[in-house]
């Protein structure tokens, strides 16, 4: 009990350390990019990590969502809630960003380039998950409502994500996972770029951690 | 009406729910009334408003697309809840539980939405191309979209009426819950439309039927995968 404690210590310590560094590197180490307006491209460190985490969340909530329906165990539900409400947070940061970025790159805030569409698609759907757990009030049925609902978006969401968006052509800079099948970036910016991606998913996982614990205490005091 | 008989296989029970739907609705026309009138409501106030002569020809596609899909759609958002919170309000859910199986029920409930907006399509399409003055270059693609998306727009609002009979705030609810699921196929509806409002050749809108056709198969499996557990809920 005392190693697990002390590890966690040292794990939250780290993931600390860690995101200062990445600050430090964002901002003072790597070099800007190339063809990108000014110094706009340090926006990535940051932008492509919230979407990405978002995006995770989402299919975080599905699965705990799938495990609720099969299992019955109320935890799962715990943790697909808490998956979606920092879902939602990181949405809405990865939205706030990319849009900032726009400005700045293309002159205009906003112009449904099909990155836009899909992330305002995931905010939506966040939003009305959050929306119909609380409009429930019986644990039992929140959890077997929302669990369906996560599962159905799931799976209709990626149409507007994948399918639409490839019926156009598309401003947003070429993804890390894009048609030529590497990752082009410079080694500076490549560092800086996956340590934020490891340090993103780390507070993500701590923070869902922190959440599934808060809903169970709530939960036992309750009853 | 007489007491349901208990079916046992899956397609009795929806013909019998399907049969049962259309007749409640035909007693009290409350759902027919109200999808009918909003829609020929927002027809009335958008061909008033923009009409076939405000907007410039190069305008023209695309705005009526869009306007034509909204009217569908919301009409679809004030009829469809129906189906699942009229089960839950009259206290007749527990009843229909147990005389059918669940995915009977979705069935039959599928249909009669099918059926309600398919007609509600039928009676708005003609009067909105009359009215908007809206030229179609090609018709069976048209056609085949509107029975694409007035399908998906069933399924995915019935199942969303499943889920909303058990919350409170029903109404508001439904809108919030079902725009996210349809929005994929509304915006590839609105396309596709545009493009068959501009050019005759079929092949141009291929790409947007096998996405519509894609979404349907994809949201109606998932919905009676998922009914099971919502439906006992």
């Given at each position: 009990m005392q190693a697990v404690k002390s590890l966690g210590f040292l794990l939250k310590a780290l993931l600390g350390i860690g995101m200062a560094a990445i600050c430090w590197g964002a901002f003072l180490y790597a070099r800007p990019a190339q063809?990108?307006?000014?110094?706009?491209?340090?926006?990535v460190f940051f932008h492509v990590p919230m979407a990405w985490v978002s995006t995770l969340a989402f299919f975080i909530a599905a699965w705990h969502s799938a495990v609720y329906l099969k299992k019955r165990r109320i935890e799962s539900d715990d943790a697909a809630a808490g998956a979606a409400r920092l879902g939602f947070v990181f949405c809405v940061l990865a939205t706030v960003t990319g849009s900032i970025f726009a400005r700045v790159?293309?002159?205009?805030?906003?112009?449904?380039?099909p990155r836009e569409t899909s992330i305002v698609l995931l905010l939506l759907v966040y939003g009305a998950y959050l929306g119909l757990r609380g409009a429930l009030d019986d644990p039992e049925r929140r959890a077997t409502l929302s669990a369906a609902y996560a599962l159905v978006a799931v799976v209709t969401v990626p149409f507007l994500t994948f399918a639409v968006p490839r019926m156009y052509q598309s401003?947003?800079?070429?993804?890390?996972?894009?048609a030529r099948g590497k990752v082009e970036m410079s080694a500076d910016i490549r560092t800086v770029f996956f340590s934020s991606m490891v340090a993103f998913m780390g507070l993500f996982y701590w923070m869902w951690n922190l959440d599934r614990r808060v809903s169970r205490i709530v939960r036992e005091r309750a009853a | 009406m007489s007491a349901p008989r208990p079916a046992a296989g899956i397609l009795p029970a929806a013909i019998a729910v399907f049969r049962r739907e259309l007749l409640a609705e035909w007693r009290t026309r409350v759902a027919v009334n109200s999808l009918f009138l909003f829609a020929f409501a927002v027809l009335v106030l958008v061909a008033y408003a923009v009409?076939?002569?405000?907007?410039s020809p190069e305008d023209r596609p695309t705005v009526n697309a869009v306007l034509l899909w909204i009217v569908l759609f919301f009409s679809a958002m004030t009829g469809l809840s129906r189906t699942f919170v009229h089960e839950e309000d009259a206290g007749t859910a527990a009843a229909l539980r147990l005389s059918a199986p669940p995915s009977g029920v979705l069935l039959g409930k599928l249909l009669a939405n099918v059926a309600l907006l398919g007609a509600v399509t039928v009676f708005i399409v003609p009067l909105f191309v009359v009215l908007m003055g809206f030229e179609i270059m090609d018709p069976p693609l048209f056609v085949l979209l509107l029975l694409l998306g007035t399908f998906g727009l069933a399924s995915a609002s019935t199942f969303t009426a499943a889920l909303v009979s058990k919350a409170s705030a029903k109404g508001a609810l439904f809108a919030v819950l079902a725009i996210p699921l349809l929005l994929p196929p509304l915006v590839g509806a609105v396309l596709a439309t545009r493009v068959a409002a501009t050019e005759a050749d079929f092949s141009a809108g291929t790409d947007f039927v096998r996405l519509l056709v894609a979404y349907d198969g994809v949201v109606t499996t998932a919905a009676f995968l998922l009914f099971d557990a919502v439906w006992r809920e």
């Open positions: 063809s990108f307006v000014g110094e706009s491209s340090r926006i790159m293309w002159n205009s805030y906003w112009n449904w380039d401003l947003h800079p070429d993804t890390v996972i894009n | 009409g076939p002569t405000r907007l």
